[in-house]
């Protein structure tokens, strides 16, 4: 009986054709004529529909595949389809679980080679990638490719719902939870969900008291930062938002709309016990401690409380009384004093 060895059966021939260059060794002339291109920096294989050239034929026959959309290898599994046998054999990774591409130094490990690559330039910190309008640098070419879109202003992602474009597919993703209602983000502590994982964290700052983001001028910290934002606008002066009826401008936007409410007689905020309607929130709020009885101002001299905040500047006057420096009379309103002193002085 014949045998065959194992480079019979898979039919494997002897490298005969060598490189004079490198050794490199090959099993046909045509692999060792395409090899030498290499060397040669020659490129003969060009594609008709880009331009692009290629050294060997096997990469020209791959690149054709972008064009005509052929992807030939298919996943059993997922049923995913692609033009490239190794594209396949990475993407069962995906599978399997299986991460052979490991990091030497943090030991970090990848399903993909392409993957490990861009992850060793954390380590590196090169980035050979720069933008031509500013300058900034980028370790990933899909980074930069993203960061481009800043000046370019293109946004190619697009919602299939309501039509808003994005510039980054990320951006897309966070968007698409308004339509579909979901809030993959809970937090831990009482429960409250978000669609976007930053809305979580900013949310967290509550529980925490984390204040990240201090004044440079008075060092007033905040847990947000749209909070200090609006907070330096009182050292600066800045008011941005203006009135288109009257000129006055304010340095909130909520200001300036619950201002333009005195305009338009609009009064959104209605009690429900009463039914009386207010144009600003906070002007609820103190209505309603009529009906709730609560005090929330206190006098600091006798301990009286009031509900609203003016009776309480109108009973601080009995405290800070206008009095007679004849007789020690003391009086509420300077009015009132002013008529006492006649008694005194005939005038």
Known sequence: MTTCNKDEKKGKREKTFFCETCNSAFSQRSHLKDHLNIHTGQKPFSCEVC???FSKKSNF???LRIHTGEKSFSC???KLSFSRKETLKGHMHNHTGEKPFSCEICKYAFSQRSHLKDHLTIHTGEKSFSCQTCGCSFALKKSLKRHVRVHTGEKPFSCEICG??????ANLKNHLTIHTGQKPFSCETCGCSFSRKESLKRHVRIHTGEKSFSCEICESSFS???DLKRHVRIHTGEKTFACEICDSSFSRKETLKGHMRSHTGEKPFACEICG??????LNLNLHMHKHTQQKLFSCETCGSSFSLKEDL???MRLHKAFSCQICGFSFTHEASLKKHIIIHTGL
């Open 51 to 53: 331009g692009c050239s």
């Open 61 to 63: 026959n791959r690149h």
């Open 76 to 78: 059993e599994i997922c």
């Open 164 to 169: 808003t474009c994005f510039s980054q597919q």
């Open 224 to 226: 947000q930062q749209a």
């Open 276 to 281: 009386s309607s207010f144009s600003r929130k």
């Open 313 to 315: 500047s109108i009973h």
